[in-house]
């Protein structure tokens, strides 16, 4: 699963938050340790997230593949996300 988010530079996706390490599909790359506001729509109201980038990696679409690590973030905010991005057990 994965839900939209907005970058300075376009549009994504949150693909996975574990602690505070992000996995994300982004419009841009961006060299290691540059930090990067992204907001996450996950309700009415974007989830605004600051995190600076581990490293990215093009895709076949053009688009990139980022680790992020969360700098600042709301904890109810992380547990919403958290909650959001695990699958649904049985």
């Given at each position: 699963?994965?839900i939209e988010?907005?970058?300075r530079?376009?549009?994504?996706?949150?693909?996975?938050?574990?602690r505070?390490q992000?996995?994300?599909?982004?419009?841009?790359?961006y060299a290691?340790?540059?930090?990067?506001?992204?907001?996450?729509?996950?309700?009415?109201?974007s989830?605004p997230?600051?995190?600076?980038?581990?490293g990215?990696?093009?895709?076949?679409?053009?688009?990139?593949?980022?680790?992020l690590?969360?700098?600042?973030?709301?904890?109810?905010?992380?547990?919403?996300?958290?909650?959001?991005?695990t699958?649904a057990?049985?």
């Amino acid at each position: 699963m994965s839900i939209e988010c907005e970058f300075r530079e376009g549009k994504g996706e949150l693909l996975s938050l574990v602690r505070d390490q992000m996995q994300a599909i982004g419009p841009a790359p961006y060299a290691p340790g540059t930090p990067i506001r992204l907001s996450v729509g996950l309700t009415e109201v974007s989830i605004p997230v600051e995190a600076k980038c581990g490293g990215s990696k093009r895709r076949d679409d053009g688009r990139f593949d980022l680790t992020l690590r969360v700098i600042n973030m709301r904890r109810a905010h992380r547990d919403a996300l958290t909650a959001a991005l695990t699958p649904a057990t049985l």
